[in-house]
């Protein structure tokens, strides 16, 4: 299992990952961040909990971060490609969108947006995993998780608190 995260937006004030995500992380195989951690200082906490820390910079990150992560990602998961970019541009027409862009992947995780989403077509499927710390627009914070199988990428939306 690999726990997904994006738009964590730390430090900031007395914000902290809830303990329900820092468990799933430390308990996951892998995280992938999507972007926007807000200081590199959080990519070295992450590192901590997870042994493995897939990920992009997002548009608020700092200079430290942008050195140390690229804007984009492929990494091969289970026998699967999955991408990883933070913003994906406006909703409409996303999914088409990106398949044209990451022609070799199975899946793409993004961020950007807090709002949690999944969407497939043609065996191509995008998740955005919403935000554990600042929810905006969504019901409550949220994570994903990734299950790679034999078969597939299955996604699923954790939520929190």
Do not use: Y
């Not at 726990?3 to 892998?30: F, N, Q």
């Not at 070295?44 to 140390?68: F, I």
């Not at 044209?100 to 709002?115: E, I």
């Not at 065996?123 to 935000?131: C, D, K, L, R």
């Amino acid at each position: 299992m690999i726990a997904v995260i994006a738009d964590t937006h730390m430090p900031k004030g007395k914000r902290r990952l809830p303990e329900e995500c820092v468990e799933r992380i430390c308990e996951a195989e892998a995280l992938i961040h999507a972007g926007d951690f807000s200081a590199a200082s959080v990519l070295a906490e992450l590192r901590e909990l997870c042994s493995v820390v897939l990920a992009v910079h997002g548009n608020v990150d700092d200079a430290e971060l942008r050195r140390q992560l690229p804007e984009e990602l492929e990494v091969e998961i289970g026998g699967h490609t999955v991408a990883l970019l933070h913003d994906t541009g406006p909703a409409k027409g996303r999914l088409a969108r990106m398949r044209t862009r990451f022609p070799d992947a199975d899946a793409l995780v993004f961020g950007h947006s807090h709002l949690p989403l999944h969407e497939e077509a043609d065996g191509f499927q995008i998740f955005n995993p919403g935000s554990p710390t600042e929810r905006r627009r969504a019901p409550r914070p949220s994570m994903g998780l990734l299950h790679p199988t034999a078969t597939g990428l299955r996604f699923e939306h954790v939520w929190l608190g």
